[in-house]
């Protein structure tokens, strides 16, 4: 490994707040740790050939779904915050759109609220929105920059279960509406309900980490959910790999943008 590299690792470490736990763990992984899964050098169609190209489970109600497919933000945004398309609106006190950046590179999708989110309409505030901020910091990205925090379904399921297929069917128009309007260069699925979601069949995480998916023709990572992270620290070194990979994939899209303009 070189200096460069090494010196990247620790100042991804020191960003990310990480326990020694991760430090040492991520040590003792060290010889595979920051290798690309994929070469950065090789070329997008490349990469992409790993991919298994899925639609997104589309919407119960093909009437919502026509009608959002073609709206702006402040209209989408609306939708959400009116909407009634599943039993979840029942429970909710806010729905929850998403934050940040409407033409960001990235675009990170969780799998539905919290209390917490519930409480305040945002994304991500809670302990797991913590991690995921300093998970973020980690690789240079600040919440609003560059980038856009949603979830698979708007509002809360009650007791913080996984929201149901059909509850996340019929909340797909709004993410794929959002997906489209952002054109995000690369999706980061966290955690397995959002993974399944977005890419339309059901397999473990550990079975799906370390390869460039294709999400509607964009290019999409997964990794494990900051809450099952908060829970089970010695997949904190993966999940950093994964970043590492997600860091590389980009620059990987980057170059081979410019290199086709
Ligand atoms: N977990 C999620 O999946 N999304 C949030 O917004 C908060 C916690
Ligand atoms: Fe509508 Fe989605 Fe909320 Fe269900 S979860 S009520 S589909 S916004």
Not at 64 to 87: F, H, I, M, N, Q
Not at 115 to 144: H, S, T, W, Y
Request: hydrophobic share 45%.
């Amino acid at each position: 490994m070189t200096e460069g590299v090494d010196r990247r690792r620790e100042e991804m470490l020191r960003e990310m707040g990480i326990s020694p736990l991760w430090r040492l763990r991520a040590a003792a992984a060290a010889p595979g740790v920051l290798e690309p899964v994929v070469d950065s050098g090789a070329p997008l169609a490349q990469i992409l050939t790993a991919a298994e190209p899925q639609p997104i489970p589309i919407a119960a109600s093909s009437r919502t779904a026509a009608t959002v497919a073609a709206v702006d933000w402040p209209a989408l945004k609306s939708c959400v915050a009116e909407c009634t398309a599943c039993g979840l609106h029942k429970t909710r006190n806010n729905t929850v759109f998403g934050v940040g950046d409407e033409r960001a590179d990235w675009l990170i999708v969780g799998e539905g609220p919290g209390a917490d989110e519930d409480a305040l309409g945002e994304p991500f505030v809670g302990q797991a929105g913590k991690l995921l901020d300093n998970m973020l910091a980690a690789i240079r990205i600040k919440r609003g920059a560059n980038v856009y925090i949603t979830n698979i379904v708007k509002c809360r399921p009650p007791g913080n279960r996984n929201p149901q297929p059909a509850e996340a069917g019929a909340c797909s128009p709004y993410l794929k509406r959002q997906i489209e309007l952002i054109q995000p260069r690369l999706i980061i699925a966290l955690g397995k309900v959002a993974a399944v979601n977005l890419l339309g069949r059901d397999a473990s995480i550990a079975s799906l980490r370390g390869v460039v998916h294709d999400c509607r023709g964009i290019p999409l990572i997964v990794t494990y959910h900051p809450a099952y992270l908060l829970r089970t620290l010695p997949d904190k070194a993966k999940a950093w790999e994964d970043l590492c990979f997600a860091v590389t994939t980009m620059q990987s899209l980057q170059s081979a943008q410019s290199a086709a303009t």
